[in-house]
Nanobody, 124 residues
Framework: QVQLVESGGESVQTGGSLRLSCVDS????????MGWFRQAPGKEREFVAG????????YYADAVKDRFTISRENAKNTMYLQMNSLRPEDTAVYYC?????????????????WGPGTQVTVSS
């Protein structure tokens, strides 16, 4: 049974950095590709970054490319999102999820077992 929990969200100022973590309490973490999404108030959930099962392939939304880095440590059942040069428009609840289905990394319908989310707030 996969259970994901995100952590690391905080309030930071523009230009700051944060590292989010996503821990899987189950035993099948390394079997799956994974992803990060975010949802701002009044907006739809949007893709942020994705990573394949061994970490060799990564995917990013244009809005975060060159600022965010996704990685994973399968031995620790943990995925990370390093966020640098944060902007107010990055403010959102950030979610991690398992990519279970054959759709593109960029679509939420490819994912399952969503975590409860962690709040990131960037102030100007």
């Amino acid at each position: 049974q996969v259970q994901l929990v995100e952590s690391g969200g905080e309030s930071v100022q523009t230009g700051g950095s944060l590292r989010l973590s996503c821990v899987d309490s189950g035993r099948t973490f390394s079997d799956y590709a994974m992803g990060w999404f975010r949802q701002a108030p009044g907006k739809e959930r949007e893709f942020v970054a994705g990573i394949n099962w061994h970490g060799g392939d990564t995917y990013y939304a244009d809005a975060v490319k060159d600022r965010f880095t996704i990685s994973r440590e399968n031995a620790k059942n943990t995925m990370y999102l390093q966020m640098n040069s944060l902007r107010p428009e990055d403010t959102a609840v950030y979610y991690c999820a398992i990519k279970r289905y054959g759709y593109s990394y960029y679509f939420a319908k490819a994912y399952d077992n969503w975590g409860p989310g962690t709040q990131v707030t960037v102030s100007s």
